[in-house]
């Protein structure tokens, strides 16, 4: 495959059942050639943990589009290649849970990669939260910002595959199907 798509949610609290903001980062033969960000009104409380994490408050979203209204211009993106998260299983959660609760059909499953997972397997024997792998690939991070994080994301997995890693044992499969 040669287009990746990374991305990153915020969430407004520890339900992790709603988005708060969403960074997409797109990667074609070998560069990145389109970002997208967003703010979402996750139509829900927010926890003090998470408007501290993130910067991310109900006044801050408050006219931001809710995920059904950015749905339709978030899904040809999602859609468009690979999809890439670091720590993927959770970001994964976030939109299949955004995808049944608010009763958006998308498709039955989707592809992806964890650079989470890559890493532990490529560079054993170190840390990879994200900010400790962008310290080590020398790449900027403004930390728990979805655009940043997406993009931080991409280059991580740009790195891997400059060293030669193959992507294809790390794909997984992660079903709509199910709740």
């Not at 059904?68 to 994964?92: C, K, R, Y």
Request: aromatic share 12%.
């Amino acid at each position: 495959m040669t287009r990746f798509v990374a991305f990153d949610v915020e969430t407004p609290n520890r339900m992790s059942n709603r988005m708060s903001a969403i960074g997409i980062t797109v990667i074609e033969d070998g560069a990145i050639t389109q970002s997208f960000y967003s703010l979402v009104n996750p139509e829900t409380r927010f926890d003090y943990f998470n408007v501290q994490l993130t910067g991310i408050s109900e006044r801050t979203v408050v006219n931001a589009p809710t995920f059904p209204q950015l749905w339709t211009h978030i899904e040809p993106l999602l859609s468009s290649g690979l999809l890439v998260a670091h720590n993927a299983v959770f970001d994964m959660n976030v939109l299949k849970k955004c995808l049944r609760d608010y009763a958006i059909t998308w498709k039955p499953y989707t592809r992806y990669i964890c650079t989470v997972q890559m890493g532990r397997r490529l560079l054993p024997n170190r840390s990879h939260k994200l900010n400790d792998m962008c310290d080590y690939f020398g790449i900027f991070l403004n930390h728990h910002h979805a655009d940043s994080d997406s993009a931080a994301c991409a280059q991580i997995l740009l790195r891997y595959l400059e060293n030669g890693a193959d992507v294809r044992q790390f794909i997984r499969t992660c079903s709509f199907n199910k709740p």
